[in-house]
């Protein structure tokens, strides 16, 4: 079997407090734990959690990934984006047009995000987080389908998107130009072993699919939770939990 998505983490200056943001614009129940920091839970007990975690790397640039909140009506788009400013969410310009339809917000730490217009084809049925959106090439696509074993549902132009079988969220990369990285990531996969799947096997295939080790942080990470970090094809780590321990298995994401 392979590795599953159990999480998508930010990097965060103030944890407890983007928690408490995006519980608020989600509606998802947070918890705080020894193992797992702090994170909310979604409605679907099979689906991902977003884990917040302590950093204090300042934020440079423009993420690399950011989500795509869906829609059901044009009065649902301006309730979901009067209840972010009210939590300490703002407008900001990332270079969109007057005439799209989307609105493009940062929450209190800076991270982009989009509340797109009621009526998009791509991200119906997808659930409340249509997307995540992500700044990268059709290879790093290809190679995420393949490590999740998700199938592509979109593969045009060089631009390519995945999404588990079992439907909702999906996860989309926009082709070249991709920007330089500078730093680490903000935003990051975790994956978690299937029980009774062994590491090095998993390692290996990780890497012959194209992904690489990093020493960055890689002890700590190995010291606090059995956590390993790895970088995909295009340099964005991303990390896998050794054992399962407190990790939440998942096979798809939020309805």
Known sequence: MTSQLSAICFN????????????????????????????????????????????????????????DLTSTSPEDQQ???????????????????????HVVLADPDGNEFCVIEAG????????????????GTQEVGYFWSRALGWPLVWDQDQETAIQ??????KITWGGPPVAPKSGTNRLFFELTLPAATDWETEAARLISLGATHTDTNADQ????????????P?????????????ARLSTHNPR
């Not at 909310?40 to 884990?51: H, K, M, Q």
């Not at 309730?79 to 339809?101: F, M, N, S, Y």
């Not at 998009?120 to 700044?135: E, M, Q, R, S």
């Not at 295009?234 to 407190?246: I, K, L, M, P, Q």
């Open 12 to 67: 965060a200056t103030r944890p407890s407090d983007l928690a408490r943001f995006w519980s608020g614009v989600l509606g998802w129940e947070k918890t705080e734990g020894p193992d797992d920091g702090v994170a909310l839970l979604p409605p679907d007990p099979a689906g991902y959690r977003i884990r917040f975690l302590p950093s204090q790397e300042p934020k440079t640039g423009q993420n690399r990934a950011h989500f």
């Open 234 to 246: 295009d340099g964005n780590e991303f990390s896998v939990r050794t054992s399962a321990g407190t």
């Open 120 to 135: 998009n084809k791509f991200l119906a049925d997808t659930g409340f987080i249509g997307a995540l959106a992500c700044d």
């Open 221 to 232: 990470l190995e010291g606090q939770d059995g956590r390993v970090l790895m970088l995909d």
């Open 79 to 101: 309730q979901t984006v009067a209840r972010a400013l009210e939590l300490g969410g703002k407008h900001i310009d990332v270079g969109q047009l007057p005439e799209e339809g």
């Open 164 to 169: 588990s079988p079992n439907g909702g969220t």
